[in-house]
């Protein structure tokens, strides 16, 4: 009986250590794909800006004459 007791705690144990490992991996997973989202989401929005940006610089009037800015 004794075997037995000793065999069930071991695989127990062994279920343990094994669940928190799945556990460990989970989380790492989930973090890795947040990071690569957040990255994702970033260059969206410079991509964006970007254009934006070069959509503003576009309107601007291109006459050459400077002298009205100074």
Excluded: C, W, Y
């Excluded at 144990?13 to 669940?19: P, Q, S, T, Y």
């Excluded at 890795?32 to 969206?44: E, F, H, M, S, V």
């Excluded at 800006?49 to 006459?63: G, H, Q, W, Y």
């Amino acid at each position: 009986m004794r075997n037995v007791e000793r065999l069930s705690s071991v695989k127990s144990e062994l279920l343990d250590i094994f669940m928190s490992m799945e556990v460990a991996e989970h989380e790492r997973r989930s973090r890795t794909a947040a990071q690569r989202n957040l990255r994702a989401r970033r260059g969206i929005e410079l991509h964006r800006e970007f254009k934006r940006l070069s959509e503003d610089i576009a309107e601007l009037p291109e006459d050459g004459n400077d002298d009205e800015m100074h």
